[in-house]
């Protein structure tokens, strides 16, 4: 899906990343090839998402 998006060497922060859009968009990043810091309310969300 993301053959024309690669985001190799990219580093991407996504807050809010523990549910809903913003795990959805770090999960899809990562998968574009971006190393991606997350950041959610609780470590439980964040274990969740990595």
Known sequence: MFDRLRLDDRVAL?????????????????????????????LVQVEETA
């Open 14 to 42: 996504v807050t809010g990343a523990g549910r809903g859009i913003g795990k959805a968009i770090a999960l899809g990043l990562a998968e574009a090839g971006a190393d991606v810091i997350v950041a959610a309310r609780t």
